[in-house]
């Protein structure tokens, strides 16, 4: 079978910086689930042309879940043959992903899609419910924690590096109810899977976190 590597954790907890080097070291590929519930909460926007967007309308959230455009390469992330890669990381699209995170058909949508990408050699698979949920057979599953404070201030640099504009206050604010929203919905709530290493990386580098993977993967 083709080996996976599941790593969940709460917003801004390092798990993409990980995933993706530690995928990188191996040579798999990488998937970032969160990005496929952004690139929805991008289209949804993108469509309602500044009206409201119909948070209770399931059934066309669900809809543009399932005909999601999107395509990945390298780093690039694509909606329908437009570089997004930038969009889809506003504070904005971060907390719309997550309302409709909420809604089950809306999970169900992009399940198969996930699916698709363990292919050979392997995959390394990041979001919340990658060890839980779709990949729960997986050969090592991992749940990164960090501190709020932590986050907040990776989230901060992360921010300004691609040019949004951005404030601790709001940014801790922010993560923490997004956090309770993740943790207490129904459906697939974040949570560590069965069998998954807790590595907070409160005081730890990309590199050391990556490094423990690494490990916990070769043993
Ligand atoms: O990880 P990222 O911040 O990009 O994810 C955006 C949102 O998508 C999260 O806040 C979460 O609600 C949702 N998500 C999810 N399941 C995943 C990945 C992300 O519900 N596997």
């Known amino acids: 079978p083709i ?10 907890s390092g798990k993409g910086t990980v995933a993706q080097r530690v995928a990188q070291h191996l040579g798999f590929h990488y ?4 990005a496929l519930y952004r690139l929805t909460a991008l ?47 506003a504070e904005a699209v971060g907390n719309l992903a997550s309302k409709i995170a909420a809604i089950p058909t809306v999970r169900q949508a992009l399940y198969g899609l996930q699916l698709s990408f363990r292919q050979h ?21 991992v749940f990164l924690t960090a501190s709020v404070e932590a986050r907040a201030l990776r989230r901060y640099k992360q921010l300004i590096d691609k040019g949004f504009s951005a404030n601790m206050e709001d940014l801790s604010k922010d993560l923490t109810e997004r956090d309770a929203r993740d943790s207490n919905r129904s459906s697939a709530p974040l949570k560590a899977a069965e069998g998954a290493y807790l590595l907070d ?4 580098t990309a590199d ?3 490094a423990q993977v690494l490990e916990w993967y070769a043993a």
């Open 121 to 141: 050699p392997g995959l390394v698979a990041d979001g919340r419910d990658m060890g839980t949920v779709i990949f729960p057979h997986a050969g090592l599953k």
């Open 3 to 12: 080996p996976v590597i599941t790593i969940d954790g709460p917003t801004a």
């Open 31 to 34: 998937l970032d689930s969160g």
């Open 208 to 210: 050391q976190a990556v």
């Open 43 to 89: 289209s949804v926007m993108r469509r309602a042309n500044g009206n409201p967007i119909p948070l209770d309308d399931e059934h066309a959230l669900a809809k543009a879940a399932e005909h999601l455009h999107c395509h990945f390469s390298g780093a690039h992330i694509f909606l329908a043959n437009e570089d997004v890669s930038n969009d889809i990381r």
């Open 201 to 204: 990386t409160s005081a730890m």
